[in-house]
């Protein structure tokens, strides 16, 4: 579905003064990425290795100065308006941010509805039953009528997810979509996503640098470190088997759930009655 080769992204360097600027920084550096149809693919590494950038890069969100991205066979960075037009209705962004994604001014429902407004094919009474039918998927059946700030976070970002999927794209970029949820929120919409990808079949890169997200959803992992892949591979293999040593050390930095943990041998005697005589 999506080829990348030799993706180059750079920022601008510094102003020195009116007229000069300090070198350009690069933050991805000839990078080679494939996902499949219908393919789960994580993509990890610490704060600054560019997985953000990445992301909005394939997306046409983030400017990129060398490489192809291919999706479906045609090179969307250098494609003209109408090749780049139907890239973009093919694809869809979840953003980390449920509440800042979302237009305050907006009802659900409308904020939903937003991405079909290019779907001539569908009249009406078609929207209507298509948004109502995304939001009963994503659990927010009877809500279409309130406002961002009436919603939990949970909830909003069901939101942003549902605005997504409503048009039933090919491919989803997912970043950090649950970073800003607690730990018993994330786990809900984590098997929510999982659902609703293998339901609809769409291929996703999942940003995160939750390892304990990216193990529960992803069927391959990518792990980056300053703009480079240093590793990839089946989730298992990359899991149990980590090659790279920064991937290692991302393994041993995740905190381990309290029944992996082991039991501390303290030998625990009883006390005798007779001490609290």
């Given at each position: 579905?999506?080829?990348?080769?030799?993706?180059?992204?750079?920022?601008?360097?510094?102003?020195?003064?009116?007229?000069?600027?300090?070198?350009?920084?690069?933050?991805?550096?000839?990078?080679?990425?494939?996902?499949?149809?219908?393919?789960?693919?994580?993509?990890?590494?610490?704060?600054?290795?560019?997985?953000?950038?990445?992301?909005?890069?394939?997306?046409?969100?983030?400017?990129?100065?060398?490489?192809?991205?291919?999706?479906?066979?045609?090179?969307?960075?250098?494609?003209?308006?109408?090749?780049?037009?139907?890239?973009?209705?093919?694809?869809?962004?979840?953003?980390?941010?449920?509440?800042?994604?979302?237009?305050?001014?907006?009802?659900?429902?409308?904020?939903?509805?937003?991405?079909?407004?290019?779907?001539?094919?569908?009249?009406?009474?078609?929207?209507?039953?298509?948004?109502?039918?995304?939001?009963?998927?994503?659990?927010?059946?009877?809500?279409?009528?309130?406002?961002?700030?009436?919603?939990?976070?949970?909830?909003?970002?069901?939101?942003?997810?549902?605005?997504?999927?409503?048009?039933?794209?090919?491919?989803?970029?997912?970043?950090?979509?649950?970073?800003?949820?607690?730990?018993?929120?994330?786990?809900?919409?984590?098997?929510l996503f999982q659902s609703l990808q293998q339901h609809h079949g769409f291929a996703c890169l999942f940003?995160?640098?939750?390892?304990?997200?990216?193990?529960?959803?992803?069927?391959?992992?990518?792990?980056?470190?300053?703009?480079?892949?240093?590793?990839?591979?089946?989730?298992?293999?990359?899991?149990?088997?980590?090659?790279?040593?920064?991937?290692?050390?991302?393994?041993?930095?995740?905190?381990?759930?309290?029944?992996?943990?082991?039991?501390?041998?303290?030998?625990?005697?009883?006390?005798?009655?007779?001490a609290f005589a």
């Amino acid at each position: 579905l999506l080829q990348v080769r030799g993706l180059g992204v750079s920022y601008p360097g510094a102003r020195l003064g009116f007229f000069k600027r300090q070198p350009p920084v690069p933050v991805i550096d000839a990078l080679d990425l494939d996902i499949h149809p219908g393919e789960m693919v994580a993509l990890v590494g610490g704060s600054g290795s560019g997985k953000t950038t990445l992301g909005r890069a394939i997306l046409r969100l983030a400017p990129s100065n060398a490489g192809q991205i291919l999706f479906r066979g045609e090179d969307v960075r250098t494609a003209g308006r109408a090749a780049l037009h139907r890239f973009r209705l093919a694809c869809q962004l979840v953003f980390q941010d449920p509440f800042s994604s979302l237009d305050p001014r907006m009802r659900v429902q409308e904020i939903v509805a937003e991405p079909l407004r290019h779907l001539p094919e569908l009249d009406a009474a078609a929207r209507l039953r298509r948004v109502a039918e995304t939001l009963d998927e994503v659990g927010l059946d009877g809500l279409g009528a309130r406002y961002p700030h009436e919603l939990s976070g949970g909830q909003r970002q069901r939101v942003a997810i549902a605005r997504a999927l409503v048009r039933r794209p090919a491919f989803v970029v997912a970043d950090e979509p649950v970073s800003a949820l607690d730990m018993t929120i994330q786990a809900q919409v984590l098997r929510l996503f999982q659902s609703l990808q293998q339901h609809h079949g769409f291929a996703c890169l999942f940003i995160s640098h939750d390892l304990a997200a990216v193990e529960q959803i992803a069927d391959r992992v990518i792990v980056m470190e300053r703009g480079r892949i240093v590793e990839q591979g089946a989730r298992d293999a990359v899991f149990d088997r980590p090659r790279h040593a920064y991937t290692q050390a991302l393994l041993a930095a995740t905190p381990r759930p309290l029944h992996e943990l082991a039991e501390p041998a303290i030998d625990i005697q009883p006390v005798p009655e007779k001490a609290f005589a």
